[in-house]
């Protein structure tokens, strides 16, 4: 599975993208959102994308700076640069820094799929899952709800924790906890997005036992409170 991580200070523009990647890019997953350069860089420390979309454009530092500081760090992470500008010195400088692609916008569907395609398509091995990392998400997928650990899991496929830890990391690009944390937080998003229950009721219903805590972790990973969350989120299914 490719992991792909979506930056744009214009909701829409990664809910468009989000839609596009989810009905015609196989073999591939949004794991994060971010608003800013500061998150791009922060989501590819934790989550480890394969790919990285971003615009040019964005609060704080630009997708040109956050580009250059992840490629200094690693080369081959594979970064797209969108633009709303046809701009020949913007090019120039985002084809120093390597980037791996550069799309104006509007992005037309059949273009971004075909850039994702060919950039999955240079190391296929490192973008599918082991039956046993499989075996590992489907039981995360199924109990996340509850409070499981890593120890419940390798319980669950008969490994020890020590060994399950290790190939976790080397597999997702992030540790256990990490990735349950952004599976329940994303699954507090849509419910936050698309229902009124209470941010209590939320918090308890993905895996929560205090929702004071469920809200502190919510704003360190999305900059806002839940219920600032779904403010922003409703005001903009308005516009």
């Given at each position: 599975m490719?992991?792909?991580?979506?930056?744009?200070?214009?909701?829409?523009?990664?809910?468009a993208?989000k839609?596009?990647?989810d009905?015609k890019v196989?073999?591939?997953s949004?794991v994060?959102?971010?608003?800013n350069?500061?998150?791009v860089i922060?989501?590819n420390?934790d989550?480890n994308?394969?790919?990285i979309?971003m615009?040019i454009?964005?609060p704080?530092?630009n997708?040109?700076e956050?580009?250059e500081?992840?490629?200094k760090?690693d080369k081959?992470?594979?970064?797209?640069?969108?633009?709303a500008y046809?701009?020949f010195?913007?090019?120039q400088?985002?084809?120093?820094i390597?980037?791996?692609?550069?799309?104006l916008?509007?992005?037309r569907?059949?273009?971004?799929?075909?850039v994702l395609?060919?950039?999955?398509?240079?190391?296929n091995?490192?973008?599918?899952?082991?039956d046993e990392?499989?075996?590992?998400?489907?039981?995360?997928e199924?109990?996340?709800?509850?409070n499981i650990?890593?120890?419940?899991?390798a319980?669950?496929?008969?490994?020890?924790?020590?060994?399950l830890s290790?190939?976790?990391?080397k597999d997702?690009g992030?540790?256990?906890?990490?990735?349950?944390?952004q599976k329940?937080?994303e699954?507090a998003k849509?419910m936050l997005?698309?229902t009124?229950i209470?941010?209590?009721?939320?918090?308890?219903d993905?895996?929560?036992?205090?929702?004071?805590y469920?809200?502190?972790v919510?704003?360190?990973?999305e900059?806002?409170?839940?219920s600032?969350?779904?403010?922003r989120?409703?005001?903009t299914?308005?516009i």
């Open positions: 490719c992991k792909i991580i979506l930056a744009d200070d214009e909701h829409l523009e990664i809910e993208l839609i596009i990647i009905k196989k073999m591939a949004v994060g959102e971010a608003h350069g500061e998150e922060q989501m420390d989550l994308p394969d790919i979309v615009d454009v964005m704080g530092m997708g040109l956050v580009a500081l992840i490629k760090k081959n992470k594979k970064i797209i640069l969108i633009s046809d701009d010195e913007l090019v400088k985002a084809l120093r390597k980037v791996d692609d550069y799309l916008k509007p992005i569907p059949e273009k971004i799929v075909k395609k060919s950039l999955m398509n240079i190391d091995k490192n973008l599918f899952y082991t990392l499989k075996c590992a998400l489907n039981y995360i199924n109990n996340f709800r509850d650990m890593l120890k419940d899991v319980n669950y496929m008969k490994f020890s924790t020590t060994y290790k190939r976790f990391k997702m992030t540790n256990f906890n990490k990735y349950l944390t329940r937080i699954e849509k997005e698309s009124n209470s941010i209590n009721d939320i918090a308890f993905v895996g929560y036992n205090e929702p004071n469920f809200c502190k919510f704003k360190k990973l900059g806002v409170t839940p600032e969350y779904r403010c989120r409703r005001k299914s308005l």
